[in-house]
């Protein structure tokens, strides 16, 4: 594959392959993962890591990527990083499209630094910073928050979805404020619709995407239809209330436009009252086919 | 000190005891460092925190804070990481208010896991995963993603500032559209009022702060009276343009209320022509002690 292949080409291409619109959200807690995991590691970024290989293995061929929330790991300091890093490079050998939640966004400098570490060129040695597929970036500085990112994924083929509408209930304060007769996170999609003509891809999407909260689908349905060639990173499916009926309406007519995350309801399915503890790789798989079934059927395929 | 002390109150108590409201960033470019340091080293992290170290020491009596921007470390992935840590553990050593420029913001759980990666205390072994004073924070996601932060900044008199007006060009294009009759920013500082209360010095000032770029001094003047008892975090001084006249509408009467961020024009300020490669850290120090007094002077004091 040329370095340059599109990504959001390389993203239909693992959809198709996997008859899976699905994403695995990597963003284990310690006080959930099985204790035994734990008692067999050293610290709690092993314990994360050593959780992760699991679940990354068991749910594979039900997702088409896994979107590790750097958060999770920042929390362990520099041992938790590394874990992160060790996690992507784990969800990349396994055939996963990698997808950073890290919701970066600064000066151009700066923007300059944070798109090298995700979507930059690997050094001497051939290793990346983080060796992930796409970010996640927040708008809020505007467009020369954005152009680093786009620079480094051009050359790359790499991708990028920019938070437009979040899933979260405070998202209204900013993103909904109207201005022009129109909410804030419209423009932010105006924004975003010009950006991705940048980098086009062979089947009609960009590489530059747009993050669409699972949890407004009335908003999420308009958006679709004002973006046009931009996939949607759907996430609030399943823990934050987001249904496969709810999802539906960010895909186009083919059943492409989205992939739908899902962390905690994958991740952690072992807490169901049927598994038991050591059960949680194979919990998180069939939580996983699950999902990919449901987003299926609701899309008809 | 009580680890409930208001972080304001600490932060004025430096600039009184240092007669300066200047904060170093902690911006290091491997391409910028003088290239024996990096000889010296074994890797860019290495390199890095080698350079941060000498600067850190030189500033130190002319600076009340250091403010690293993370980026530029995340460049380096888990190794970089690791040099943040110990950049931020450094200036503390060295009596500074540290500011980690993270500019993080997520949904409630995430944002609670950043929360306690750079304001939560320390664990059984006495390490935080960053021992910060406080951060950064992108306000896209509204008051759920600020909460966290708000409960580990109360908890352990640490403070935060939130991203109200950016110095970057493109920081019109969201942060200027207008929302009933006044720009989106504005109502970002209204956020950021109400946030503020949560955090109550002795001395008129709150532990959640605003960060305000110098690029734009009117805009600046204005927010300081929207804004009465919110600190500002002013980027942009000296090489993004920034000047001490500039930056003056920031302060209150009595001199508070802000601290100054200079990043290139202190720690590259070797590249100048009077100066030798093997005088970087004094170079860092003559640019600093001269931030202080053109400050102060602007100021009256």
Same mark, same amino acid.
Request: one cysteine or more.
């Given at each position: ?153 051009? $050359? ?141 059927? $609701?899309?008809?395929?």
């Amino acid at each position: 594959m040329s370095a340059a292949a599109n990504f959001a080409d390389r993203l239909w291409q693992a959809v198709d392959e996997k008859r899976s619109r699905a994403c695995v959200g990597l963003d284990a807690r310690l006080e959930r993962i099985p204790s035994f995991l734990c008692e067999e590691t050293d610290s709690a970024a092993e314990c994360l890591l050593a959780f992760n290989r699991q679940i990354i293995e068991a749910v594979a061929e039900h997702v088409v990527a896994a979107k590790p929330q750097v958060a999770f790991y920042e929390m362990y300091g520099p041992a938790g990083v590394a874990a992160f890093a060790e996690t992507c490079r784990c969800a990349k050998q396994h055939g996963l499209v990698v997808i950073a939640d890290v919701k970066r966004g600064d000066i151009g400098s700066t923007a300059a630094a944070y798109a090298r570490a995700y979507l930059g060129p690997a050094d001497e040695q051939g290793r990346a910073a983080f060796d992930v597929d796409a970010v996640t970036i927040n708008p809020y500085l505007g467009s020369d928050s954005v152009e680093p990112f786009l620079a480094e994924a051009q $050359a790359s083929g790499k991708g990028l979805f920019v938070l437009v509408k979040t899933s979260n209930k405070s998202s209204a304060e900013i993103q909904e404020l109207q201005a022009s007769g129109k909410p804030v996170y419209e423009h932010v999609a105006k924004l975003v619709s010009k950006w991705a003509q940048r980098l086009p891809g062979r089947r009609g999407y960009s590489g530059v995407g747009a993050v669409v909260g699972a949890t407004f689908p009335e908003q999420a349905a308009a958006l679709r239809k004002l973006l046009p060639g931009v996939p949607f990173l759907v996430p609030g499916y399943g823990a934050q209330g987001g249904s496969a009926q709810d999802v539906a309406c960010c895909f186009d007519e083919d059943g492409y436009g989205a992939i739908v995350n899902s962390s905690r309801g994958i991740i952690f399915a072992y807490e169901g009252a049927q598994w038991e503890e050591r059960q949680f790789a194979e919990a998180a798989a069939a939580a996983a086919r699950r999902m990919k079934q449901e987003i299926n059927a $609701a899309l008809g395929r």
